[in-house]
């Protein structure tokens, strides 16, 4: 008999020493049993599951995606009518200003045109009337015919249109009948209210066509006492925004801190690109916290109507066109049950039809427990395979 070597004989006492690792065993699987699925008691799998019950509520909060923006019932925004460069400016951001107070000077020789027309039109005017005075004196001491007297009174008639055109064109755009031709164009404020936006600098050049969509005004005049908030509201929740109602607006700049605002008006149509309606609504800001361009977020109440109930949103699954949620009918045993959903939100849902209040209801891990109830579904069905000849007459 050969004789182990001493290596040899200590490479067999270590492996002796240690022993099979115990395969750990699996917990058995769930099973269908009629249209339940159940588990074996303290399954790991169970302790997965978040179970919620549902509830009977009369009401339920909606939040909707809102923005504030300048209430435009009384906001103005400035552009330039004519060409021009900017001579000085008045008036800064934050700056609270008056009907007609001067916001910049520009310097315009197209304006300067405007004023010239309106100086020649009246000078017209002027000779044309004494012209007209002359024609009544001749007329009145018969040496004129009434012809000539008539065309006086109808060439005083145009002068006095033209000149009453070109006065008012002047001093719509800031110029006045007695100031002359001096190119002073003055950007002047139509409301009381507040700078809340300028963008221009001293040299700037102007020209009428920089304005319009998507080019920013040289001044906004705004009163921030009091914003306008836009929402985007999904068909279902226009019932509940209707003109005179009201809703509260959280701000999560402010730390969630809540205004209440009342709905103004409501779309008409659906945007084709986000499905939503249009709804504006009015908030005070009487100590101006709220900013303009704020993201918010819009709280309506909504009506649940009798016999429905309140479930999470992650109970309810889609299958197909329909939905389905699990009912847990004891610790261990779950249904799966058809519902119909009146209302479907991002925090919860509201079931019209197949659920009851009290029933507790899969909130969390749905897919799992769905996946396992296929899962066993398919197992059920597979044929059982029928032991082979050998074995049977062992």
Known sequence: MKKLTPIALLAL???????????????????????QLRFPPNHPQLALLGISAAVATKSITVELPAKLVWNEDHTQRIYASFAGRVASIRVDIGQSVAVGQALANLASP???????????AQADLRVTQKALARQKELFDAGIVARKELDGAEADAARANAEATRAEARTRLY????????????????????????????????LRPDQSGVGVPPLFTISDPASLWVQI???ESDIGSLKPGSTFEIAVPSLGGQVFQAVVKAAGDFIDPATRTIKVRGLIANPQRLLKAEMLVTARITRQIPADSVLVPAGAALLYGAKHQVFVQST????????????YEGPKDVIV?????????????????LARLWRLSQDNASLPRVSAAPEAVKK
Do not use: W, Y
């Open 13 to 35: 006492l270590l492996t002796g020493c240690h022993e099979a690792p115990v395969p750990k065993q699996e917990a058995p699987a769930p099973i269908v049993q009629g249209q």
């Open 110 to 120: 197209e304006f300067g045109v405007a004023q010239a027309d309106t100086a020649k």
């Open 174 to 205: 800031g110029g006045t009948s007695t100031g002359g031709v001096n190119q002073q164009l003055t950007l002047a404020s139509t409301i009381n209210g507040v700078v809340v936006e300028r963008n221009l600098n001293p040299g700037q050049e």
């Open 232 to 234: 985007d509201a999904r």
């Open 331 to 342: 610790a261990n045993t779950f249904e799966p049950r058809e519902v119909e959903l009146g």
């Open 352 to 368: 019209s039809k197949g659920l009851k209040a009290g029933e507790m209801v899969v909130s969390d891990n749905t897919l799992l």
